[in-house]
């Protein structure tokens, strides 16, 4: 691709990007973040930061694939009681997905990753896809299953060690030890506080919002974070998702 080994599709010039389409370039991981309120220890940009280096991750270990700009902000009305929180509709996540598609699939990228690591972004991304599926000539891989990350997640807390899990994540030991691994100068130490533990009323977070089942818009025990535990999330989700991404292209 030239001297500029880079996985991330934005660091690259457009002489870059045409030569590697040329040379077999064709996968592009595109991950669907938010700016959303992660406790008084995280940064709005949590999420963003997830996909940013999740992306990163998957492109590499993939070989031949680039990983395009996080999409952010993303749907995140249940948590617009905490200040600085920046949310969109759904409609309008799905026109800014579908805008990135439409963009990748004319430039003659042959597959297009959808990864979205913010809860509220899933099903928008799970609804619009097969549209643009139909729409576009590329492979449309949609790796949209929230129950199945959070599984990964709490598998690499056990596999850091950490003896604790957690049934819904948000801001506490899985998301803390992310960045914690991605950049430890975006925590703040010295801020965590103890979240809501154990399971949580979906409906009731999104009709009558985060602040209704957490004050400090907290779930978990950030506590319990670790820089080694990070690492292991992000290997773990990275490595299961290249794989599927692998299986799907050979099915096609």
């Known amino acids: 691709m030239s001297s500029h080994t880079s996985v991330r599709l934005a660091e690259h010039t457009w002489t870059e990007i045409e030569t590697a389409l040329e040379d077999g370039t064709r996968t592009v991981i595109v991950a669907i973040g938010s700016v959303e309120q992660h406790g008084p220890h995280l940064p709005l940009v949590m999420d963003t930061l997830a996909g940013d280096e999740l992306s990163r991750r998957i492109a590499q270990k993939l070989g031949d694939a680039l990983a395009a700009p996080t999409i952010r902000p993303g749907c995140s009305?249940?948590?617009m009681e905490f200040p600085g929180t920046i949310t969109i509709p759904a409609s309008t996540l799905m026109e800014l997905i579908r805008a990135h598609c439409q963009s990748l699939d004319e430039h003659g990228f042959?597959?297009?990753?959808?990864?979205?690591t913010h809860g509220g972004n899933f099903a928008p991304t799970n609804t619009v896809a097969p549209e643009i599926a139909r729409d576009i000539d590329a492979t449309v891989i949609t790796l949209a299953d929230l129950e199945e990350l959070m599984e990964l997640q709490n598998e690499g807390l056990r596999t850091a060690g950490v003896d604790y899990q957690e049934s819904s994540i948000h801001a506490g030991a899985v998301e803390t030890s992310e960045v914690l691994a991605i950049n430890e100068d975006h925590v703040r130490t010295d801020e965590y506080e103890v979240g809501v533990e154990g399971a949580i009323s979906p409906s009731r977070l999104l009709s009558r919002g985060f602040k209704s089942i957490t004050e400090n818009g907290v779930l978990g025990d950030p506590r319990k974070a670790?820089?080694?535990?990070?690492?292991?999330?992000?290997e773990t989700v990275?490595?299961?998702?290249?794989?599927?991404?692998e299986a799907e292209r050979d099915a096609v």
Do not use: C, M
Request: hydrophobic residues 40%; proline residues 4%.
């Open 238 to 245: 990275a490595t299961a998702y290249a794989e599927q991404i």
């Open 226 to 234: 670790t820089r080694k535990a990070g690492e292991e999330i992000l």
């Open 77 to 79: 009305s249940h948590h």
């Open 110 to 116: 042959e597959y297009i990753v959808l990864v979205p």
